[in-house]
């Protein structure tokens, strides 16, 4: 018996469902680049480039991009990972996946320029160390007000800020207040309560949805 056609009749029946296997999801997107989640994973894949997971990113727009996938075009939103209709308010909600020590870290932007996120419900305020403030233009000593900021290590000098935007997926919010501290710590930018007010925060499993307030 001849068992080759067989064989070949089952490839033919798998390769579809091997070739659209990747959940895709948009996190951000600022300029030229995106933060897809693939797969559950976070990667910034700037335009006409290609991840590690062989996606393409070849068109930029404001609420969805269009990618290849196995030489298959896609539009991927904000919405869900699946292949789903978009809805605008499917666009305000965005998944953020807990790393292995359980902590919540998430790509977004500060005045459109892109960093990385810990999502921290016990800071006050978004909170970030004085060479990220740096990077990010934001001249703390001369725009912002001196305070005294209590650490797990003692008190220590800060600069209360004022940011135009900050962004986590389809989430943007305007005039977010910031504290910037002196020295290397945090080693992140700390997304406090001065953003995460704005939304509502639920927990299930590994999985943490931010969902802007109406």
């Not at 798998?14 to 600022?30: D, E, K, M, R, T």
């Not at 020295?183 to 953003?195: A, C, D, Q, R």
Request: proline residues 2%.
């Amino acid at each position: 018996m001849n068992i080759f056609p067989i064989i070949l009749a089952a490839l033919l029946v798998i390769s579809p469902v091997v070739l659209g296997a990747n959940q895709l999801q948009l996190v951000g997107q600022f300029g030229q680049q995106a933060v897809l989640l693939i797969n559950g994973v976070q990667r910034i894949v700037k335009l006409n480039k290609v991840s590690p997971e062989g996606i393409k990113l070849i068109r930029v727009e404001s609420d969805y991009v269009v990618v290849l996938d196995n030489g298959r075009k896609r539009k991927v939103t904000f919405s869900t990972q699946l292949n789903t209709d978009y809805t605008e308010r499917e666009a305000k909600k965005v998944n953020i996946w807990a790393d292995k020590r359980g902590s919540y870290f998430t790509s977004g932007a500060i005045n459109g320029q892109v960093v990385d996120f810990l999502v921290d419900t016990g800071a006050t305020s978004i909170a970030m160390n004085e060479l990220l403030a740096r990077n990010l233009g934001i001249d703390f000593r001369y725009v912002g007000e001196p305070i005294q900021v209590s650490t797990a290590s003692g008190y220590a000098r800060g600069y209360r800020v004022m940011l135009d935007s900050v962004k986590v997926g389809s989430i943007q919010i305007r005039n977010v207040e910031a504290t910037v501290l002196e020295g290397g710590f945090p080693s992140k930018v700390l997304l406090g309560m001065s953003f995460l007010k704005h939304v509502n925060l639920e927990r299930s499993e590994n999985l943490m949805i931010l969902e802007y307030k109406e």
